[in-house]
Nanobody, 125 residues
Framework: QVQLMESGGGSVHAGDSLKLSCEVS????????LAWFRQVPGKEREGVAR??????VLYAAAVDGRFYISDDYDNRVYLQMNSLRPEDTAVYYC????????????????????WGQGTQVTVSS
């Protein structure tokens, strides 16, 4: 059973940086891609960044050029968040995709069957 656990959230000021980490355990061989989503109350969970095969990455337009996703070729995926803005405030979730469609099409939350518990990121102005 694949399990995901995020860490690294916190409260920062606008312009600061923060790095999130997601540890994958229990069957990483079945994971085709890993993605970061975020959600604010009252809104749908939105895709932020995705990585597959260690170097194929996709970013949401809102974070492109500020956020960077990477992995350690083992069982961790990271999200380096630079130049943070108040609108980046959200709960950030790590998600695992298990099939090609999930990992090549637009990041859509319902296609991802496995999720971490989330970590809060708060950016104040």
């Amino acid at each position: 059973q694949v399990q995901l656990m995020e860490s690294g959230g916190g409260s920062v000021h606008a312009g600061d940086s923060l790095k999130l980490s997601c540890e994958v355990s229990g069957g990483i061989a079945s994971v085709q891609c890993l993605a970061w989503f975020r959600q604010v109350p009252g809104k749908e969970r939105e895709g932020v960044a995705r990585i597959r095969e260690h170097s194929l990455v996709l970013y949401a337009a809102a974070v492109d050029g500020r956020f960077y996703i990477s992995d350690d070729y083992d069982n961790r995926v990271y999200l380096q968040m630079n130049s943070l803005r108040p609108e980046d405030t959200a709960v950030y979730y790590c998600a695992a995709g298990l099939d090609r469609r999930t990992c090549t099409e637009e990041m859509t939350a319902h296609l991802y069957p496995l999720w971490g518990q989330g970590t809060q990121v708060t950016v104040s102005s």
